[in-house]
Every structure is written in structure tokens, then in C-alpha cells.
């Protein structure tokens, strides 16, 4: 206790000449404790309110879709598959992003993008070694989709003007006539080759095997991200050229095994027992 008196005696307050002086001091120190708690408190609840509020915007708008279903008369499965989809797409809570960020100046809207993007951005090979200002005015340009089990995402055949990121989820990856190619995971890209050639059709099938997050890029913004001379250019142009042959041989191949003759016997008629 005597150690603690002479600490308090060596002290700097204690060396103030008033008594009274001290005692505002403390006074204004105890003040400031108090507003910066209360500050906290007022923005926690702040943040505990609009939490709330969101997630009433949420219930809203399922109260809205389940309305809708009822109204349309949709059957069972497609109105658990429509509620499924806004579950994933808003996890629970709503708002209008649209709305946030444009309030936004330019440079923290594009730091945003690159900040929700990242895990995209770590995982797709061909973003790696892009300079900032490309990537940036890539990331930009994305347009975010989810898609539910077993929905297709492209069909073959169809014209194409847009590739796909995968940001998480797993596709298939199918032939024209069927044949399942291969699997593609968080990280990969798929119909690239729409973006090099005007009006092209499709070569194959990406269907969602489960929930699937992914970024389109239109083609038309591409083309202004990027010069027809860069080097990503030509590495996604590589990329869509083996793949196109990959899928032509892997089709074919298909074809031939269809085309084969029936393994089926042929059964022939056998001739009947005459009873005596």
C-alpha cells in the first residue's frame, strides 16, 4: 500500500500545484473514457439495427416469392427450387447493392470489386500476372450469377457472347451429344472462345452439378479490357483452341461408339412343337 502511495506521489498529476487542478483533470480523463464507450455502444447498436433491418428486408421479399409461387400455381419442386435460390443468392439478408455503391467514388467502388473478388482473383491461373489497372477493369465488368443443381449454364449449340469464372461450385462439362468430358472446379473458366469469335456457337455443355457462384464477362466488355495484341489475349485463344479440339475428338469418338452396330441378338423365330 506505501509502495502504491509513493508511485502516486512520483506521478506527474501529483505534481500539479492545485488540488482542484487535479480533480478537473480526472474529471475531464473519466469524460472522455465515458464518450468513447458510449460512442462504441451507439455504433454496436447501430450495426445490431441495420443487421435486424436487413434481415427483415429478407423475410420480405421470401414472403414476396412464396406470394408469387401461389399466385402463378407453381408446382412444388420449382417453388422450393425459386426459394432455394434467393436463400443462397442473399444468405439471409438483403439490401441493394446497386443503390451502396453508387453513392461510391470510382476508386473505392473498383477497390471493392477487387476486395469481393479475391478469392476469385487468387484461384484463376490466367489472372495471376496481370498488371492492376487490367485486372481491375476486368473485375469491373463481372457480373455475378448463381446457379442451382443440375441448371445449365451453357448448352451446346447455342451462340455464345460471354465465358464463365467459377468462383465456387463444381460443373460439367458435356459433348453435344452427351458425353460427360470432365469435372471443373473453384478457379476454373469455361466458354472462353465465345470471346474471340463473333456469333460462335457453343461446342459443349456446362451443367451445375451443385450450387455454383459464378462471373459472367460479356464480350463486349472484354474487348475494351483488353488489347487484341496483349498476351492474355493470346493465352485464353490458346486455351480455347485446345479445348475446341479436345471436345471435336472426344465428340467424334462418341459418335463412332453410338454409331456401332446393335449388341443386341438377333433372335429368331424357332419352330413350333406339333403336338400328336
Not at 80 to 103: G, P, V, W
Not at 105 to 127: G, K
Not at 265 to 274: D, F, I, M, Q, V
Request: aromatic share 8%.
Amino acid at each position: 500500500m506505501l509502495s502504491h502511495e509513493k508511485e502516486c506521489e512520483d506521478c506527474w498529476m501529483m505534481k500539479l500545484e492545485d488540488s482542484t487542478l487535479r480533480l478537473k483533470f480526472k474529471n475531464a480523463v473519466f469524460n472522455v473514457l465515458e464518450n468513447i464507450l458510449a460512442s462504441g455502444y451507439v455504433l454496436f447498436s447501430r450495426i445490431k439495427a441495420e443487421s435486424k433491418a436487413s434481415e427483415l428486408k429478407f423475410q420480405e421479399l421470401i414472403d414476396q416469392v412464396k406470394a408469387y409461387t401461389r399466385q402463378k400455381q407453381l408446382l412444388p419442386h420449382m417453388k422450393k427450387r425459386l426459394l432455394a435460390y434467393y436463400h443462397y443468392r442473399f444468405k439471409n439478408t438483403y439490401f441493394r447493392s446497386k443503390r451502396i455503391l453508387a453513392e461510391l467514388t470510382e476508386p473505392l467502388r473498383e477497390e471493392i470489386a477487387l476486395q469481393s473478388s479475391r478469392r476469385l482473383i487468387e484461384n484463376v491461373a490466367i489472372f495471376k500476372n496481370l498488371p492492376k489497372n487490367v485486372l481491375q477493369s476486368i473485375v469491373k465488368n463481372l457480373k455475378f450469377e448463381l446457379y442451382l443443381p443440375n441448371e445449365v449454364i451453357i448448352k451446346a449449340g447455342t451462340q455464345g457472347d460471354c465465358m464463365f469464372f467459377l468462383s465456387s461450385g463444381t460443373v460439367a462439362v458435356l459433348t453435344p451429344t452427351g458425353k460427360e468430358m470432365c469435372h471443373l472446379n473453384d478457379g476454373a473458366h469455361f466458354g472462353e472462345i465465345a470471346l474471340l469469335v463473333a456469333d460462335q456457337r457453343r461446342v459443349a455443355s456446362v451443367i451445375a452439378i451443385d450450387v455454383c457462384e459464378v462471373y459472367r464477362l460479356d464480350r463486349k466488355d472484354f474487348r475494351q479490357c483488353i488489347d487484341v495484341n496483349s498476351e492474355l489475349f493470346a493465352e485464353i485463344e490458346l486455351i480455347a483452341t485446345e479445348r475446341v479440339e479436345k471436345t471435336v475428338r472426344v465428340e467424334e469418338q462418341h459418335k463412332r461408339f453410338l454409331m456401332r452396330p446393335s449388341r443386341v441378338p438377333n433372335l429368331r423365330s424357332r419352330p413350333t412343337k406339333t403336338r400328336v
